[in-house]
């Protein structure tokens, strides 16, 4: 009797010990979780303008109170310039560049544009109407490549006239407007083009002073060794002539 007496105390004191001991584990987690990542993103990531032109760039920083970015050009120089507002211009030479911004709370955290910067075309239009088969020489100069190469055309196709491939260009033998363009050789998407207005001559006048010719608005005086073109029934004193250039010369 006396060993049952003895041992109900420790029993009991087992069972409390490991009632304790399971208890003991079950504890909350007080460990603070990470803030969220800094995040980065443009308002544009692809961009095409020509060269020496500006375009501008805006970053947007998320989950921090600091949102000022650093910009950069990844090409350096070369690749043109942005300021500190993200105002992006293009280099001198076509090509293809990118532009990263950094922000400042954590440098780590990037976004990058791609830019293509293109070729200019600028084409010569020399000032005047034409006559029937008269020919003008054209030129053409292409910014931002070595290959200062074109292609000549006209948008009418042959009933516009003929161009060659140094830019001679010959009018058609019908009245009309024509449209001539240069393409980049180097830069197929980049073009120059000039508008010819080409008047069929049908009158002849001889004077020996300037002549005034007037025509649906304004007049128009014609100087002594002159050629004019009109479009439209013009009065010639006082009587109506059709279309056509004029020629105002010395009497001999």
Not at 82 to 110: C, E, L, M, R, S
Request: proline letters at 6%; a negative charge.
């Amino acid at each position: 009797m006396s060993l049952l007496r003895g041992s109900g105390p420790s029993l009991c004191l087992a069972i409390s010990l490991g009632v304790t001991l399971a208890c003991g584990g079950g504890g909350g987690d007080t460990t603070t979780p990470p803030p969220p990542a800094i995040t980065i993103t443009l308002n544009q990531t692809r961009a095409e303008l020509l060269i020496l032109r500006t375009i501008n760039f805006g970053a947007n920083v998320t989950n921090t109170s600091d949102t000022a970015v650093f910009w950069t050009v990844q090409e350096g120089a070369a690749g043109g310039t942005i300021n500190a507002q993200g105002v992006y211009t293009a280099p001198g030479n076509a090509g293809t560049y990118h532009v990263a911004a950094a922000a400042q709370a954590d440098p780590t955290k990037t976004a990058t544009a791609t830019i293509k910067a293109d070729a200019v075309v600028y084409m010569s239009s020399p000032a005047g109407n034409m006559l029937p088969n008269e020919s003008r020489q054209y030129t053409a100069t292409v910014a931002g490549v070595t290959n200062q190469a074109v292609i000549w055309s006209i948008k009418e196709g042959v009933s516009g006239g003929t161009v060659t491939a140094t830019g001679l260009y010959t009018a058609p033998a019908t009245s009309g407007t024509y449209h001539i363009t240069a393409t980049s050789q180097a830069d197929p998407s980049e073009t120059g083009s000039a508008t010819v207005i080409q008047t069929v001559s049908t009158l002849f006048t001889n004077s020996a002073s300037p002549v005034s010719v007037e025509q649906v608005g304004p007049a128009t005086t014609i100087e002594i060794n002159r050629f004019a073109g009109f479009i439209g029934t013009v009065s010639f004193s006082g009587t109506g002539v059709p279309e056509g250039l004029f020629c105002a010369f010395e009497a001999v």
